[in-house]
């Protein structure tokens, strides 16, 4: 599958994509797939298979939009920058938020989230490649999760890392419905997250990482492309570092 055009996708992309429970969309109108809360599709054969979703997950708001210093997440971000994943587009609109304990877990790839149930899919893209789709569909397999945890004053917050390692091993490949038990330990790798010094809506963070103990380094910013309404946001023109096709699960 190649990088594709301003056109729709061929026939045989979107079935090579279909097989990998995988969907080629067009980032021009990301804020009608990703934001939209219309009738939901059916679930996709992996999604059957590995999650027993037997039917249509409901969208249900995460509510962080609420929050006038995060209200930005819950529109659709881009990761700007010079990074291997610049352009990836993604949302918290979708998030499980907790007000209480200022905390979002974001199932990347999506996972499994109860027998029966649905998993969030559709969050967060990449581009459109043979290693995405293995990734992305590894990533859901190991329910990949970013557990982020703001700060008081919503201008920081630190992200964790987890997942079920166990999908390693051959034995544990067909056993998808592991929660992400296991937290990558800070001291291996650290992520952050840091409002910028203009933001007070949350529509522009800086990511920074640490490997190995090291200091935090900046790796992208995130900034805000369209609003939680749909609505052309501050840094749209940052929409074209999006490839001319990306892939979401489903």
């Known amino acids: 599958m190649g ?44 999604q059957r298979l590995c999650f027993c979703q037997c039917g249509p997950s409901v ?11 995060l209200r930005g997440l819950a529109g659709v971000m881009v990761q700007a920058g010079d990074v291997s994943t610049a352009g990836t587009l993604l949302t918290f609109k979708w998030a499980n938020w907790d007000l209480v304990k200022r905390q979002a877990d974001l199932q990347v790839f999506g996972g499994f989230s109860g027998c029966g149930r649905g998993s969030e899919v559709g969050l967060w893209t990449e581009s459109v490649n043979p290693l995405w789709c293995f990734l992305m569909n590894f990533g859901r397999v190991g329910n990949y999760t970013y557990r982020i945890k703001f700060s008081e004053d919503y201008r920081r917050a630190d992200i964790g890392i987890s997942g079920n390692p166990l999908i390693l091993c051959c034995s544990c490949l067909c056993i998808p419905c592991m929660p992400g ?38 790796s992208y910013n995130l900034q805000e492309v369209f609003t939680p309404e749909g609505q052309p946001a501050k840094y749209h023109d940052k929409l074209a570092m999006a490839p001319q096709q990306v892939m979401i699960t489903y």
Do not use: Y
Request: overall charge negative.
């Open 181 to 218: 038990w296991f937290s990558v330990p800070t001291c291996i790798m650290a992520f952050e997250m840091v409002q910028a010094d203009d933001s007070t809506d949350g529509s522009s963070w800086k990511r920074n990482s640490s490997a190995c103990g090291s200091d935090f380094k900046l």
């Open 3 to 46: 990088g594709g055009s301003d056109e729709n996708p061929s026939g045989l992309q979107s079935c090579m994509a279909a097989c990998c429970g995988l969907e080629i969309k067009q980032p021009h109108f990301v804020n009608e797939w990703m934001l939209s809360t219309k009738e939901p599709k059916a679930p996709s054969l992996f």
């Open 59 to 69: 969208r249900k708001p995460s509510g962080i939009e609420a929050v006038p210093q």
